[in-house]
């Protein structure tokens, strides 16, 4: 069983659109998660880090944790042709093994 | 200027030639790894450092090698190109424990 799974897409939405991007793991010991922005040719930018699980909100971002079902999501509100980019979950472990795990990516378009 | 900066930004080769890939910081974090990703693989660790004396191998470290110069500087060595090589690779650095990763802009290896 993979650490992480995230759904490749490719996920194209109207302008304005709510998206839902996803992941799940594997690990209970992951204790922190993260989102990336990752636009063409660029490298991946931090876009949402949570600790606990819960929502978390930035401006028109949200992301949830839900640790029970071992599952996180990212939810864009009002979404914007610039938002457009593969966007990567992160997910890390502390202590002995301390790991990042990346998620492989769901590449987004949002079309004007 | 950026924080974690890659040279060179595009680089093709031919099979067999070595070749370098370097990567430093201006953040002062001790962390430094090497990724490279791929379309439908994500991103991959090929090697990590947590300090200049401590070099660990990632999931897909055969055919690279790495050098830890100094605190700020992380190069990767490709000894021999060959085109499944062909990648876009990330340097990346983290502070302590439970902090986000930082990424370079890349470097677009093409082995022909």
């Known amino acids: 069983q993979k650490e992480v799974e995230q759904d490749p897409g490719p996920l194209s939405v109207p302008e304005g659109a709510i998206v839902s991007l996803n992941c799940t793991y594997s690990?209970?010991?992951?204790?922190?998660f993260m989102w990336y922005r990752q636009y063409s040719r660029k490298g991946p930018e931090l876009l949402m880090y949570?600790?606990?699980?819960g929502n978390k909100e930035d401006g028109r971002f949200t992301a949830q944790v839900d640790k029970s079902s071992k599952y996180i999501s990212l939810f864009i509100r009002d979404s914007q042709p610039s938002d457009s980019a593969t966007y990567l979950c992160?997910?890390?472990?502390?202590?002995?093994?301390?790991?990042?795990?990346f998620g492989k990516g769901t590449k987004l378009t949002v079309n004007p | 200027d950026a924080d974690v900066t890659q040279t060179p930004r595009n680089r093709i080769t031919k099979t067999g030639k070595r070749i370098m890939l370097e990567c430093s910081q201006t953040?002062?974090?001790?962390?430094m790894y090497w990724y490279r990703q791929d379309p439908g693989l994500g991103l991959r660790l090929i090697y990590y450092?947590?300090?200049?004396?401590?070099?660990n191998k990632g999931e897909i470290s055969d055919g690279y090698s790495v050098s830890r110069q100094a605190q700020a500087k992380f190069s990767l060595s490709l000894e021999s190109a060959i085109p499944n090589q062909t990648a876009l690779y990330f340097c990346?650095?983290?502070?302590?424990?439970?902090?986000?990763?930082?990424f370079g802009q890349g470097t677009r290896l093409t082995v022909v």
């Open positions: 990346a650095t983290r502070g302590p424990t439970g902090t986000e990763a930082f």
């Open positions: 690990n209970s010991a992951f204790q922190y």
């Open positions: 949570t600790y606990s699980s």
């Open positions: 992160a997910i890390g472990s502390q202590g002995g093994s301390e790991k990042l795990v």
């Open positions: 953040k002062g974090h001790d962390r």
């Open positions: 450092s947590f300090d200049v004396k401590d070099i």
